[in-house]
């Protein structure tokens, strides 16, 4: 299994960025698939999630109505987009899939918001 995490990057707040994950080595169509993130001094969070099975999605209640988490199972990617950002939304944000009871993570991408 290999997640590779892209897009993150510096963007002053009230702006949009999109994170995009590349998913290789499972049947990707058949797994949720999330978006955590980890701000420093903090624990990782769960930002997103969006279902196999008709890819009805969940959202943390911090990042409602800004952020929307979309899947393509033909190219194996999941992605993120990021709008409205905060100074808050400042953290690494790791693509995430369960597959029985184990984890995989990608490598984590940066995404800071700062003027």
């Known amino acids: 299994v290999q997640l590779v995490e892209s897009g993150g990057g510096l963007v002053q707040p009230g702006g949009s960025l999109r994170l995009s994950c590349a998913a290789s080595g499972f049947t990707f169509s058949s797994y949720a698939m999330s978006w955590y993130r980890q701000a420093p001094g903090k624990e990782r969070e769960l930002v997103a999630v969006?279902?196999?099975?008709?890819?009805?999605?969940n959202y943390a209640d911090s990042v409602k109505g800004r952020f929307a988490i979309s899947r393509d199972n033909a190219k194996h990617t999941v992605s993120l987009q990021m709008n409205s950002l905060k100074p808050e939304d400042t953290a690494v944000y790791y693509c995430?899939?369960?597959?029985?009871?184990?984890?995989?993570w990608g490598q984590g991408t940066q995404v800071t918001v700062s003027s």
């Open positions: 995430n899939a369960r597959i029985g009871y184990y984890d995989y």
């Open positions: 969006i279902f196999s099975a008709g890819g009805s999605t």
